[in-house]
Antibody
Framework: EVQLVESGGGLVQRGGSLRLSCAAS????????MSWVRQAPGKGLEWVSI???????YYADSVKGRFTISRDNSKNTLYLQMNSLRAEDTAVYYC??????WGQGILVTVSS | EIVLTQSPGTLSLSPGERATLSCRAS???????LAWYQQKLGQAPRLLIY???IRATGIPDRFSGSGSGTDFTLTISRLEPEDFAVYYC??????????FGQGTKVEIK
């Protein structure tokens, strides 16, 4: 069974950094494309980033240059390194395997 | 970047009624790489439809998707109580960034 469990969220000050983790089970993280999607409180879904099985990465303009997606095959874990955080980055962050499987989400709050 | 515009913003219907949700893209969505999700409060999105018209595993056949190019539709033939939720379309074309529509809330009338 495919499972995705996010961790690493919490409260951080504006300008700070945070690394989200997404532990995968039931498949290997380098066998499918994986992405991060976020949802600000009371708002809609926003696509953030993707890493393909071949290693190519892409980002939304809103996070380009500040966020980095990566994976550790030995730990079967997906990451999102978030630097220079802004108040508008406050959201629930979901990791997803392709379109079908999503984690439960983790809250990131950036205080000003 | 492809902008997706969903309409209406809110749909007020009664159980048993038919719901028709629209998603319009600012440019053609390649290969009909258009998905629909359902999201309930406090839950992760749930994939309903991909490839514009293919139901995901376990999705009831009252949900159907149609369209191509720039105009797509999600239809719920007869609303069940558990269908009242927010619905999002997403394009996942060949080249990111991928984008979501702003959502349509289906509420009980």
């Amino acid at each position: 069974e495919v499972q995705l469990v996010e961790s690493g969220g919490g409260l951080v000050q504006r300008g700070g950094s945070l690394r989200l983790s997404c532990a995968a089970s039931g498949f290997t993280v380098n066998s499918n494309y994986m992405s991060w999607v976020r949802q600000a409180p009371g708002k809609g879904l926003e696509w953030v980033s993707i890493i393909y099985s071949g290693g190519s990465t892409y980002y939304a303009d809103s996070v380009k240059g500040r966020f980095t997606i990566s994976r550790d095959n030995s730990k079967n874990t997906l990451y999102l390194q978030m630097n220079s955080l802004r108040a508008e980055d406050t959201a629930v962050y979901y990791c997803a395997r392709d379109l079908f499987h999503w984690g439960q989400g983790i809250l990131v709050t950036v205080s000003s | 970047e492809i902008v997706l515009t969903q309409s209406p913003g809110t749909l007020s219907l009664s159980p048993g009624e038919r719901a028709t949700l629209s998603c319009r893209a600012s440019q053609s969505v390649s290969n009909s790489y258009l998905a629909w999700y359902q999201q309930k409060l406090g839950q992760a999105p749930r994939l309903l439809i991909y490839g514009a018209s293919i139901r995901a595993t376990g999705i009831p056949d009252r949900f159907s998707g149609s369209g191509s190019g720039t105009d797509f539709t999600l239809t719920i033939s007869r609303l069940e109580p558990e269908d009242f939720a927010v619905y999002y379309c997403q394009q996942y074309g060949s080249s990111p960034p991928w984008t979501f529509g702003q959502g349509t809330k289906v509420e009980i009338k």
